[in-house]
């Protein structure tokens, strides 16, 4: 999955973000956000607001640091989802529309997507939802949009590159384009929680690497708040994490991969951008982007977010690994950059057969 800025798309899940100018920008789920439903309108019990508050807002980066962000009552931003008729796209629509920082939910598909609008445009949250079918529509369902969700694809099969994809429109925005990984680190935060016995909404464990098999690298030994692990509970948690995409695509049976927990982690993301757009100096996500902090052209690591984007790679995560992470790098390095070579030539494949 990916986010970018307007324009943009990229295919799995992708995320892009921008200036209202240039279409482009980005999001995430806030505290505050909660807070004000639960005041106005809530539909949640105190508990369960609390609870969401907590587990969909990121750790703030300094230990004891708290955000003091607060949602700007007059924050009006324009999302887009494309693939909004799909498994992910339905549920994202739905969180996305019950965040107060969204005016407009523009929601486009290639297949019907009027149902799923009608629908979800009845939840008395503020979100204007608007419906975009078919290719003629796309471009207008990117009009004036700060952030564009692209949750559109075929469950495990190749997508292409996101980044090729807009280089060859000439629209390629580096800081702007991140692939969403944050399910991976919401099943680390889940599964790390479970196993210590610690509160849920305290856990929050980096996830570096790809997201795909043992690309994607748990750093248990960073996990927050500090906890230490045997090296068994650090083989089956790493094992477990990197093989809860096959757990639900194993336990749905032929019926796709996981969605609701994806639409999760992606409205996590989309309001984790949407709070830098607003300004909050302290938003904190992994994301898979170009990157310089290996040898690899595009790594998910912790990500600053900030007005324009990525703000800056935080390469701390990746300094003093113990043996067994480290070694866990070396050895996903190979076969992601054969997933990244893959994606650029399917992207190269589709634009000249195009
Ligand atoms: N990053 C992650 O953590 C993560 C997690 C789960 C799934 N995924 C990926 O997300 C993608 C979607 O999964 P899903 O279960 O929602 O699939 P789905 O088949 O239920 O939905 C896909 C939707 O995209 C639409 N679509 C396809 N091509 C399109 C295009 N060119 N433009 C607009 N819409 C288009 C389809 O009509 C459909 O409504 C898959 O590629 C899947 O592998 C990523
Ligand atoms: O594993 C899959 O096929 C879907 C997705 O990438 C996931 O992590 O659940």
Same mark, same amino acid.
């Given at each position: 999955?990916?986010?970018?800025?307007?324009?943009?798309?990229?295919?799995?899940?992708?995320?892009?973000?921008?200036?209202?100018?240039?279409?482009?920008?980005?999001?995430?789920?806030?505290?505050?956000? /909660? =807070?004000?439903?639960? +005041?106005?309108? +809530?539909?949640?019990?105190?508990?369960?607001?609390?609870?969401?508050?907590?587990?969909?807002?990121?750790?703030?980066?300094?230990?004891?640091?708290?955000?003091?962000?607060?949602?700007?009552?007059?924050?009006?931003?324009?999302?887009?989802?494309?693939?909004?008729?799909?498994?992910?796209?339905?549920?994202?629509?739905?969180?996305?529309?019950? +965040?107060?920082?969204?005016?407009?939910?523009?929601?486009?598909?290639?297949?019907?997507?009027?149902? =799923?609008?009608?629908?979800?445009?009845?939840?008395?949250?503020?979100?204007?939802?608007?419906?975009?079918?078919?290719?003629?529509?796309?471009?207008?369902?990117?009009?004036? =949009?700060? =952030?564009?969700?692209?949750?559109?694809?075929?469950?495990?099969?190749?997508?292409?590159?996101?980044?090729?994809?807009?280089?060859?429109?000439?629209?390629?925005?580096?800081?702007?384009?991140?692939?969403?990984?944050?399910?991976?680190?919401?099943?680390?935060?889940?599964?790390?929680?479970?196993?210590?016995?610690?509160?849920?909404?305290?856990?929050?464990?980096?996830?570096?690497?790809?997201?795909?098999?043992?690309?994607?690298?748990?750093?248990?030994?960073?996990?927050?708040?500090?906890?230490?692990?045997?090296?068994?509970?650090?083989?089956?948690?790493?094992?477990?994490?990197?093989?809860?995409?096959?757990?639900?695509?194993?336990?749905?049976?032929?019926?796709?991969?996981?969605?609701?927990?994806?639409?999760?982690?992606?409205?996590?993301?989309?309001?984790?951008?949407?709070?830098?757009?607003?300004?909050?100096?302290?938003?904190?996500?992994?994301? /898979?982007?170009?990157?310089?902090?290996?040898?690899?052209?595009?790594?998910?690591?912790?990500?600053?977010?900030?007005?324009?984007?990525?703000?800056?790679?935080?390469? +701390?995560?990746?300094?003093?690994?113990?043996?067994?992470?480290?070694?866990?790098?070396?050895?996903?390095?190979?076969?992601?950059?054969?997933?990244?070579?893959?994606?650029?030539?399917?992207?190269?494949?589709?634009?000249?057969?195009?």
């Amino acid at each position: 999955m990916a986010a970018t800025s307007a324009a943009t798309f990229s295919a799995g899940s992708t995320v892009a973000f921008g200036t209202k100018k240039s279409l482009a920008t980005f999001s995430g789920l806030k505290a505050a956000t /909660f =807070v004000k439903c639960e +005041s106005e309108s +809530s539909f949640l019990g105190k508990e369960s607001s609390a609870a969401l508050r907590g587990s969909v807002v990121p750790q703030a980066q300094k230990s004891n640091q708290k955000s003091q962000y607060h949602v700007n009552p007059q924050a009006s931003y324009k999302v887009a989802i494309l693939g909004a008729a799909g498994g992910i796209g339905q549920p994202l629509a739905l969180l996305v529309k019950m +965040s107060p920082l969204v005016s407009a939910l523009h929601l486009y598909d290639i297949g019907n997507v009027k149902g =799923v609008a009608a629908d979800i445009s009845h939840c008395n949250t503020p979100a204007q939802v608007l419906d975009f079918t078919g290719a003629a529509e796309l471009p207008n369902s990117l009009k004036g =949009v700060d =952030v564009v969700v692209i949750p559109a694809g075929v469950p495990r099969k190749p997508v292409p590159i996101a980044a090729e994809v807009l280089k060859k429109k000439g629209v390629y925005d580096p800081k702007k384009l991140f692939g969403v990984t944050t399910l991976d680190v919401v099943r680390a935060n889940t599964f790390v929680a479970l196993k210590k016995n610690l509160k849920l909404i305290d856990v929050d464990v980096p996830v570096v690497g790809g997201h795909a098999g043992i690309t994607i690298l748990p750093l248990l030994s960073k996990t927050k708040p500090s906890v230490s692990f045997t090296d068994e509970e650090v083989q089956e948690l790493t094992v477990r994490i990197q093989n809860a995409g096959t757990e639900v695509v194993e336990a749905k049976a032929g019926a796709g991969s996981a969605t609701l927990s994806m639409a999760y982690a992606a409205a996590r993301f989309v309001e984790s951008s949407l709070r830098a757009l607003d300004g909050d100096a302290d938003v904190y996500e992994c994301s /898979f982007v170009q990157s310089d902090l290996t040898e690899l052209p595009f790594f998910a690591s912790k990500v600053k977010l900030g007005r324009k984007g990525v703000e800056a790679l935080i390469s +701390s995560d990746l300094q003093g690994l113990t043996t067994y992470e480290q070694e866990a790098l070396e050895t996903l390095k190979p076969e992601l950059k054969a997933s990244i070579e893959k994606g650029i030539a399917f992207a190269q494949k589709q634009t000249v057969s195009a």
